[in-house]
């Protein structure tokens, strides 16, 4: 299994200033994941990190928003850009060795924007 | 449509008490699948895979049925600590992407 951390765990920020998340794993593994969790919402996936290269991001999100880093295989960071009120939201890194192997999650960052 | 969905609950029943939900999925070609299992305020757990024979863990058994598209868990003599969100997860293309459903919320009372 991977333990995964996450700083900061919770953050309040004001409009128009950006975050930075960071997401550290213990163990080498292959794919990283960022997610966002609103408020009674399930996860919502923003993009995959991939080490060494530009992440992917699904649609609905983009990189000048979200630029996310992987500059190696256990650490990865997620920025949330020009902050606005509706970027309040609980935002997840996860890990995972392989398509048939476990998904791990960290513990979150909880994240309020005024 | 969404891509997996789940009876949002909430689910209150006794403890000692079996609780059963289900979770449909949209995607016929989907591989994986599986239920994690989510406390308040805290990020989701692995609970079990779901195979394509049924499988049980302890009290928790879940079930795949394809031709139907849908997903379920069965709690059997449920406990105080069963109280979760429990999210169905499926994987539609091997390439480790997970599609969430919104969750089914359980409360188990004494």
């Known amino acids: 299994s991977a333990v995964i951390s996450q700083k900061p765990s919770r953050d309040i920020c004001q409009r128009g200033t950006s975050l930075t998340i960071q997401c550290q794993v213990d163990s080498q593994v292959t794919m990283m994941f960022w997610y966002r969790q609103q408020p009674g919402q399930s996860l919502t996936l923003i993009a995959t990190?991939?080490?060494?290269?530009?992440?992917?991001?699904e649609s609905g999100f983009v990189i000048d928003k979200f630029p996310i880093s992987r500059p190696n295989l256990t650490f990865s960071t997620l920025t949330v850009s020009n902050m606005s009120p509706e970027d309040s939201s609980i935002y997840l890194c996860s890990a995972t060795g392989g398509p048939t192997d476990t998904q791990y999650f960290g513990p979150g960052t909880r994240l309020t924007v005024l | 449509r969404k891509e997996v969905e789940q009876d949002p609950g909430p689910f209150n029943v006794p403890e000692g008490a079996t609780v059963a939900f289900n979770c449909t999925y949209s995607n016929s070609a989907s591989q994986s699948f599986f239920w994690y299992r989510q406390d308040c305020r805290k990020e989701p757990k692995l609970l079990m895979s779901?195979?394509?024979s049924g499988n049980e863990d302890g009290r928790f058994t879940a079930q795949l049925n394809r031709a139907s598209q849908y997903i379920s868990l069965l709690i059997r003599d449920s406990k105080l600590s069963d109280s979760a969100t429990y999210l169905c997860?499926?994987?539609?293309?091997?390439?480790?992407?997970?599609?969430f459903g919104a969750g089914t919320t359980v409360t188990v009372r004494a």
């Open positions: 990190a991939n080490q060494g290269s530009e992440a992917t991001y």
């Open positions: 779901v195979y394509s």
């Open positions: 997860v499926v994987n539609e293309g091997g390439d480790y992407k997970l599609s």
